[in-house]
């Protein structure tokens, strides 16, 4: 079945560098994305989303991009710090079906 | 304050018993979800429902159930033929808006271990 999915499991990035992190998805017709970050324990909590009919979007140090011809997704993180070590989920949704798929997660490990 | 709340938080059950998981949410959405995390990967869908009365399965329902009788409350029943229920749950929901979808908020989850 189609899937979306993250292209890393796993990412370490230097305090106050910029973090990328992908998913690529097979879904053509899925219309809407969004990314969450789960911290240990816990329940995943929303960072930003984007609909198909848009590119890009700003949030508070957080930018998405879509890239719908190579149904590609990205959350680029500015300037990270120890609080944004996670697992960072995307999914996606389409249409009127409500219910939203999950990737497997990247997580983001950050060095002092 | 407004929010989605799980409960318990961690809970032990023997092997064929049932077990209900509780989740209410006081934020007036009309869609709620249950998903199921185990270790090192994503979150896969198990039923929803949009609206009061009716849900749907989701991509693993076997072996579980759920009720939707009021618009705040969505509990599942992990059950005795569930093969491997030890795992982290998680539940949901959004606003069933005119716009299509929105996010979904997220409860803190309920750890169930098999013993």
């Known amino acids: 079945g189609e899937s979306v999915g993250l292209h890393l499991p796993t990412l370490s990035v230097q305090e106050g560098d910029n973090s990328i992190i992908n998913c690529a998805y097979s879904?053509?017709?899925?219309?809407?994305f969004i990314w969450y970050k789960q911290e240990s324990g816990k329940g995943p909590q929303f960072i930003i989303d984007?609909?198909?009919?848009?590119d890009k979007r700003q949030g508070q140090r957080v930018t998405v991009l879509l890239n719908k011809t190579v149904k590609h997704l990205s959350l680029q993180i500015a300037a990270t710090q120890p609080g944004d070590s996670a697992v960072y989920f995307c999914?996606?949704?389409?249409?009127?079906?409500?219910?939203?798929?999950f990737g497997a997660g990247t997580t983001v490990t950050v060095r002092a | 304050d407004g929010g989605i709340t799980q409960s318990p938080k961690y809970l032990f059950r023997k092997e064929g018993q049932n077990v209900t998981l509780s989740c209410e949410q006081n934020?007036?959405?009309?869609?709620m979800y249950w998903y199921r995390q185990d270790p090192g990967q994503g979150l896969r869908l198990i039923y929803y429902?949009?609206?009061?009365?009716?849900?749907q399965k989701g991509d693993i329902a076997e072996g579980y159930s759920v009720s939707r009788e009021k618009k705040e409350s969505f509990p599942l029943t992990v059950t005795s033929a569930q093969k491997n229920p030890t795992a982290f749950y998680l539940c949901?929901?959004?606003?069933?808006?005119?716009?299509?979808?929105?996010?979904?908020?997220f409860g803190q989850g309920t750890r169930l271990t098999v013993v």
């Open positions: 949901a929901s959004s606003i069933n808006g005119v716009v299509g979808h929105t996010e979904a908020f």
């Open positions: 879904n053509s017709a899925s219309d809407y």
């Open positions: 984007i609909r198909s009919n848009m």
């Open positions: 999914a996606e949704g389409e249409g009127d079906d409500y219910k939203l798929s």
């Open positions: 934020l007036n959405h009309d869609a």
């Open positions: 429902s949009q609206i009061v009365n009716d849900f």
